[in-house]
């Protein structure tokens, strides 16, 4: 599977987005069409939105799949008045669709599904105590989780634990697979099965 280096693949969003390219709702519906794929309807599936555009992909995949009769909430640990423009539109959407949103995990309430969309190629710090208690408790779950771009923890470009990472069982990474994904060590152990959905997105050596 190539792999890119993150500025080049924000090069390649940037000029798409540029040009009136609206990626963030492709990113959602090609997670939820992956899930749709592999689980039928009466699953029960948590969506994991952090404070950036990796939230947005997953909030837009959560409401993607309310409308395909799953049982989704959305677990939003952050102000939803600080979201990017972006990510603010899909959040605006979530509600208009009637989604359900909590603040904090439901001890005891475990999803047969979780998405996780806290954090994107963007994360270069390790996780703070609250997001790795989070992030712990996800993976005691030993549910399948489809990790968005990167699993949350990781260092995108060279792979390195930025904490405990998800453990996920399959990332779909849009426009490319980053560095990190593909090199021998946490990054390829923590992304499970990858996948590529490019968004119709082409990265040519000069994006």
Excluded: C
Aim: hydrophobic letters at 45%; proline letters at 9%.
């Amino acid at each position: 599977m190539p792999s890119y280096p993150v500025a080049q693949i924000r090069r390649a969003e940037q000029l798409a987005l540029a040009s009136g390219r609206a990626l963030m709702p492709l990113a959602g519906r090609a997670a939820a069409e992956f899930i749709a794929a592999r689980f039928p309807p009466d699953r029960t599936v948590l969506a994991l939105a952090g404070p950036g555009n990796n939230g947005g992909d997953a909030l837009e995949a959560a409401t993607r799949l309310l409308a395909l009769g799953y049982a989704v909430k959305v677990l939003l640990p952050t102000d939803p008045g600080r979201l990017p423009p972006d990510a603010a539109r899909a959040w605006a959407g979530w509600l208009s669709a009637g989604g359900q949103t909590q603040t904090a995990l439901t001890p005891g309430d475990i999803p047969d599904i979780v998405i996780d969309g806290l954090f994107g190629i963007g994360l270069n710090r390790p996780l703070d105590a609250d997001w790795q208690a989070l992030v712990d408790t996800v993976n005691s779950w030993n549910v399948p989780v489809l990790a968005l771009d990167v699993p949350s923890g990781i260092d995108a470009d060279t792979g390195a634990a930025l904490g405990r990472p998800i453990q996920a069982h399959w990332t779909l990474s849009f426009i490319a697979a980053t560095a990190g994904l593909t090199r021998p060590g946490p990054g390829q152990i923590a992304a499970g099965e990858r996948h590529v959905d490019t968004l119709g997105v082409t990265l040519s050596p000069d994006a």
